[in-house]
C-alpha cells in the first residue's frame, strides 16, 4: 500500500470519525484495501508533530551557551526584543497560554542584523522550565536539555 493511499485513508477515517477498519475505502485513482495491522505501522501525524529534538547545552553554539547563562542570571541581554513575549505563531511548541514563552536573540557573528538563531523560554523569566533553540528562525526547534 503505498504513502498516498494510506493517508487518504486515516484522513477519511478522522473527517468521518467513524472506525471502519476491515471495508476498503474509495479514494481517487482506485479503491485502497485497509487494515488494522496497516493502520498501526503509520505514526499519527499529531504524535510526529509533537515530538520536538533535543540538543545538549555543550552542542549549541557558543554565543547560545553564553546567552543561555545570562537569561538564568536575569540579564543583561544585547537585543532589544530579548524578554519579549514570544507569541507561538508557528504552533511547533506546545500550546501554552499567552506570555508563556519569552524570545532571546542568539548574537550571530558577521550578521548586520539579528540573524535567525534564537533561545525561546517559557516560564518564570529567571530559571524557566524550559527552552528552545532555532537556527531558522522558528522554522524548527529544538528542546535543550540542561
Not at 474509495?26 to 501525524?45: N, T
Not at 542568539?106 to 527552552?131: L, S
Not at 522558528?138 to 536539555?145: D, G, K, L, P, T
Request: aromatic fraction near 10%.
Amino acid at each position: 500500500m503505498n504513502r498516498w493511499c494510506i493517508r487518504s485513508t486515516l484522513r477519511s477515517l478522522l473527517l468521518t470519525g467513524l472506525l471502519l477498519a476491515a471495508l476498503p475505502f474509495v479514494v481517487p485513482g482506485g479503491v485502497c484495501a485497509f487494515s488494522p495491522a496497516q493502520a498501526r505501522e503509520v505514526p499519527s501525524q499529531s504524535a510526529a508533530s509533537n515530538a520536538i529534538p533535543v540538543v545538549a547545552v555543550a552542542d549549541l553554539p557558543v554565543q547560545a551557551r553564553d546567552l543561555l547563562r545570562r537569561i538564568d542570571q536575569g540579564g543583561p541581554f544585547e537585543g532589544y526584543k530579548d524578554g519579549t513575549v514570544f507569541g507561538n505563531y508557528e504552533r511547533i511548541l506546545p500550546s501554552k497560554r499567552r506570555g508563556f514563552y519569552r524570545e532571546y536573540t542568539v548574537p550571530t557573528p558577521g550578521a548586520h542584523n539579528r540573524g535567525a538563531r534564537r533561545i525561546v523560554c517559557g516560564g518564570a523569566r529567571h530559571h524557566p522550565e524550559v527552552c528552545y533553540y532555532t537556527h531558522d528562525h522558528y522554522a524548527s526547534f529544538r528542546r535543550i536539555a540542561k
